[in-house]
């Protein structure tokens, strides 16, 4: 059973362009999670996803950040018109249920980097 | 959310027992007590977790208060590799909210 996998594990862009961040969760895990971290910060939690629902985007900058979990394929981080205080690293968690006592378990992340 | 307090950093020899404790006196019932850590900048790994019990499995123990305001990640044989940064994190449903953490650094 492959783990949480993301891609890019690098990303570089320009100011200004648009990163699109994938994440796909462990076989038989419905619930996604999206973290970002700071250089040098903690873990902050952005959004939570169930299958084309968005349930919990309170962590998720009001503008230029978008997510998406569809019925089939990836969930997407979508971080548009990039700015150099984007750079950091995203991770992604899945877990396969809304019970207290489920793991999350996390992907390797994204590097983003924006010049 | 339960507010969380560990030591900053802490050292421990290799072979020795690494002793890790939390502070989570707002811990709600519900809430289950989760260690994860984070391996230089790595994804967090999963530990550990529980919620009255003391719990144990292949990579530590944990071992939670009567009152559950407190409890202690135990390393029985800590080794180079398990130099990380150590999360507790009370947590129920939705989302995991990681503190400072300890910074955890084995030596040989």
């Known amino acids: 059973n492959a783990g949480v996998m993301q891609n890019p594990r690098h990303l570089v862009r320009r100011r ?15 619930h996604v999670y999206w973290y970002r971290q700071l250089p040098e910060e903690g873990l ?4 939570y996803l169930q299958k084309e629902n968005i349930i919990d985007e309170s962590g998720m900058p009001k503008e ?46 994204t590097r983003l980097s924006v010049l | ?23 989570h006196s707002t811990i709600s019932g519900n809430e289950y007590v989760y260690w994860y850590r984070q391996i230089h900048s790595q994804g967090p ?6 919620l009255k019990n003391n719990e144990t499995n292949e990579m530590a123990s944990l071992i939670i208060t009567e009152d559950r305001k407190s409890s202690t990640l135990i390393l029985p044989h800590a080794t180079l590799r398990d130099t990380a940064v150590y999360y507790c994190i009370p947590y129920n449903t939705d989302k995991l909210i990681f503190g400072t953490g300890t910074r955890l650094q084995v030596f040989p």
């Not at chain 1, 200004?16 to 419905?30: D, F, I, Y």
């Not at chain 1, 969930?75 to 877990?95: E, K, M, P, T, W």
């Open chain 1, 16 to 30: 200004g362009q648009e990163a699109r961040l994938r994440c796909s969760p462990m076989k038989g895990h419905s």
């Open chain 1, 44 to 47: 902050k939690f952005m959004v």
């Open chain 1, 64 to 109: 230029r950040f978008s997510a998406e979990f569809p019925k089939e394929g990836p969930s997407i981080l979508r971080i548009q018109q990039v700015v150099r205080g984007d750079s950091a690293a995203y991770f992604c968690a899945s877990s396969p249920a809304l019970v207290a006592k489920n793991i999350q378990y996390f992907g390797a992340g």
């Open chain 2, 1 to 23: 959310d339960a507010k969380t307090t560990q030591p900053t950093s802490m050292d421990c020899a290799e072979g020795r027992a690494a002793n890790l404790p939390c502070n």
């Open chain 2, 45 to 50: 790994q999963y530990i550990i977790h529980g």
